[in-house]
Antibody
Framework: EVQLLESGGGLVQPGGSLRLSCAASGFTITTYAMTWVRQTPGKGLEWVSSISTANTYYSDSVKGRFTISRDSSKNTLYLQMNSLRAGDTAVYYCAKDLLVGAYFYMDVWGKGTTVTVSS | DIQMTQSPSSVSASVGDRVTITCRAS??????LAWYQQKPGKAPNLLIY???NLESGVPSRFSGSGSGTDFTLTISSLQPEDFATYYCQHANSFPLTFGGGTKVEIK
């Protein structure tokens, strides 16, 4: 079964750092584009970052502060988040692309991990 | 950036009703559009991709149409398990953006 499991969320002070992990099973993570999406409580969905075989992409709100990467040996996707702000508080989901290549239709999602940025 | 505008923001409907949700892109996105369903406390679930392709395992009462800037998601006969929030998302270019969501509520 294809699954994604996020971890690494928690409470962090403004200016702090966190690294989110997304462990994949049932497929090879380097075969598909992968994406991080976040959702503020009670609000809508916001794209954060994506990685394809050749490129990485970031929203303007996180560019220069967040870094997406993946480790093929661990079949795991990461999101390194630095200089965190209150506005980064959200549930963070990782998601897998539906199709091989880079189409960015997301067919498998993790359950999400909560990041709270507060002093 | 491409803005995605959904309407209505909420709709009250009864079981068996036909429900149509629209999504408008601020510029043409060809057919690079997906629709997701999200229930409270759960991750989104892909329903439709490439504007009109039904994702595997999704009931046939869901359908999508449109191209360019105007898109629709139709639920032909609303079922109890369909009460949820629906989002469109374009995949035309970066940044990817989602619509604001449409909450389908019980009438």
């Amino acid at each position: 079964e294809v699954q994604l499991l996020e971890s690494g969320g928690g409470l962090v002070q403004p200016g702090g750092s966190l690294r989110l992990s997304c462990a994949a099973s049932g497929f090879t993570i380097t075969t598909y584009a992968m994406t991080w999406v976040r959702q503020t409580p009670g609000k809508g969905l916001e794209w954060v970052s994506s990685i394809s075989t050749a490129n990485t992409y970031y929203s303007d709100s996180v560019k220069g502060r967040f870094t997406i990467s993946r480790d093929s040996s661990k079949n795991t996707l990461y999101l390194q988040m630095n200089s965190l702000r209150a506005g980064d508080t959200a549930v963070y989901y990782c998601a897998k692309d539906l199709l091989v290549g880079a189409y960015f239709y997301m067919d498998v999602w993790g359950k999400g991990t909560t990041v709270t940025v507060s002093s | 950036d491409i803005q995605m505008t959904q309407s209505p923001s909420s709709v009250s409907a009864s079981v068996g009703d036909r429900v149509t949700i629209t999504c408008r892109a601020s510029q043409g996105i060809s057919s690079y559009l997906a629709w997701y369903q999200q229930k409270p406390g759960k991750a989104p679930n892909l329903l439709i991709y490439a504007a009109s392709n039904l994702e595997s395992g999704v009931p046939s009462r869901f359908s999508g149409s449109g191209s360019g800037t105007d898109f629709t998601l139709t639920i032909s006969s609303l079922q109890p398990e369909d009460f949820a929030t629906y989002y469109c998302q374009h995949a035309n270019s970066f940044p990817l953006t989602f619509g604001g969501g449409t909450k389908v509520e019980i009438k």
